[in-house]
């Protein structure tokens, strides 16, 4: 079995996507450890902002994560998801 050559992409980063102009979707792997979720979702709450959908799966060890919030600044978007990817068990963008 052959691997795909790695991408220059912090191992700790979160992908922001947008998906129209005030909408954002973050995108992230994580450790499937109980406080990842919480974690991320408590950011969101300090900073008065409710998700507008959040998706999580578990597989093995692995828990893959999207966000999505509407009405955020691009800066806004910028700082949010650099304070997801700063969270203990964040993993890497997918």
Same mark, same amino acid.
């Given at each position: 079995?052959?691997?795909a050559?790695?991408?220059a992409v912090?191992?700790? $980063?979160?992908? $922001?996507?947008?998906?129209n102009?005030?909408t954002?979707?973050?995108?992230?792997?994580a450790d499937a450890?109980?406080?990842?979720?919480?974690?991320?979702?408590?950011?969101?709450? &300090?900073?008065g902002?409710?998700p507008? &959908?959040v998706?999580?799966?578990?597989?093995d060890?692995l828990? /893959?994560?999207?966000?999505?919030?509407e009405g955020?600044?691009?800066?806004v978007?910028?700082?949010?998801?650099?304070?997801? /990817?700063?969270?203990?068990?964040?993993?890497?963008?997918?």
């Amino acid at each position: 079995m052959t691997t795909a050559p790695s991408t220059a992409v912090p191992s700790s $980063a979160v992908l $922001a996507l947008k998906r129209n102009h005030s909408t954002v979707r973050y995108c992230f792997e994580a450790d499937a450890e109980p406080a990842v979720l919480p974690r991320a979702l408590e950011l969101l709450a &300090r900073r008065g902002l409710v998700p507008a &959908r959040v998706f999580a799966q578990a597989d093995d060890d692995l828990l /893959s994560v999207e966000i999505e919030v509407e009405g955020l600044a691009s800066d806004v978007a910028d700082h949010v998801g650099r304070c997801l /990817s700063q969270i203990v068990g964040v993993r890497q963008v997918f």
